[in-house]
């Protein structure tokens, strides 16, 4: 018998008890190796599977050093997060309060940054080690409502038992990531949390919703930002002849002239001022310009020859690509996704079709439009150096893959099938 989130929701919305004793049933079994009475949702499974991996003990849990008061200052000021913390309190914290429920905002690491909500849930959360400071990521405490959703980048539910650890099985969370708007990044999760009895099915589209409209209020920050520098862009493009573009930090062109508008310009991590070689724009005269870059563009095309691409993946956490041509050398730092899909390039030279991408990431051949979309913003930051038709690095460039020393430590994280069989040692390295 499987038990589908939905059966689960309205179990657990008409019989908390009894719902919590099932799932307390259904991990015993499962982490015993035994035969299970149903089948845990797929997203907790898979979840249970990267905390073992992890060394995560399902029994005692384990508490990492909380941060520092300092540090903990340090990162609420550097975190985009602190822009949407209005919208998250007047969405969330009152309705949180009167339900008996705290929020948590913790950054795209699992520290929890921001905790508020009812008191006396407060003090009980102190005694789980739920508290500002406090690592909450899936490889330190397993499945919660703060790092699995990071990990699969999308709201989830956590009730009772399907908590990792047995000591967070009489709670209920609810957590959802919030990405930059800009690129894409993770940059944290947010949180409801409280005693099973405040367990409710529609929590889940709650705190999806809410993080979402904190999204779009980041978007129109970066819109108005992108306003400013077009205004201080006019003059000294009207001055300029030839391709040139101004973009800001992140690469979104605010204005451009000589040349076809792209939305977004790929820039290294860090640019800087002098002649640089962009993917997209070959080598150009980069200058500062007020919060962003004066891009002037050469007519010399951008060369695959003698280009070096090194992909680095021997960080659990955090993977990146290098490139190196005969004018400059940058490196961009790489989401999971991202990872997955150059690793698997990097390892099949020969190239890839978007079912066959599909099929090694998803296990599913029919989701190309998630493989197209995901290698047209991956040609954004590596533009010719990579072809399609079918997906693969160009032959004139030289590929070096760095994989960890422990093939289980390949993008650990990761559910797609073909790396699933790398980690294992299946595959052909």
Known sequence: MVLSPTDAAQLAAVDTARAARVLREVRSARLAGQRVPVA?????????????????????????????????????????????????????????????????????????????????????????????????SEEVVGTNGVGTPAVVRR???????EHFARSQASWTCTGAPISDPRDGRLLGVVDVSGPLETAHPATLAWVGSVAKLAEARLRERHTASLERLRAVAAVPLARLEGRAAVVDRDGWTAAATGM???????????????????????????????EGWLLRASERPAAADGTRIVLDLTRRRSWSVAVSGAVDTWRHELSPRHAELLCLLALRRDGLSAAELAAEVF???GRTVTVRAEMSRVRRYLGGLLDHRPYRFCEDAEVELLLPAAPDGLLPHSTAPALAELRTGSGAP
Not at 60 to 71: D, I, N, P, V, Y
Not at 155 to 161: L, N, R
Not at 267 to 283: N, T
């Open 260 to 290: 076809p508008y792209v939305t977004r310009v790929a820039l290294p991590k860090s640019l800087e001022a002098g002649r640089r070689w962009l993917p997209q724009l070959g080598v150009c005269a980069v200058e500062p310009l007020a």
């Open 363 to 365: 296990g599913d051949v």
């Open 155 to 161: 709201p989830v539910q956590v009730f009772a038992s």
């Open 40 to 136: 845990p949702r797929e997203v907790i499974e898979r979840s249970w599977e990267r905390a073992l991996r992890s060394g995560v003990d399902p029994e005692h849990g384990h508490r990492s050093g909380l941060l520092s008061a300092e540090e903990v200052r340090r990162r609420r000021e550097s975190s985009e997060l602190r822009h949407v913390l209005p919208v998250l309190r007047e969405e969330l914290l009152a309705a949180a309060d009167a339900a008996h429920l705290i929020m948590a905002v913790a950054d795209a690491e699992g520290r929890l940054l921001w905790r508020e909500g009812s008191p006396p849930v407060l003090r009980r959360a102190d005694a789980l080690g739920f508290e500002v400071g406090a690592d909450w």
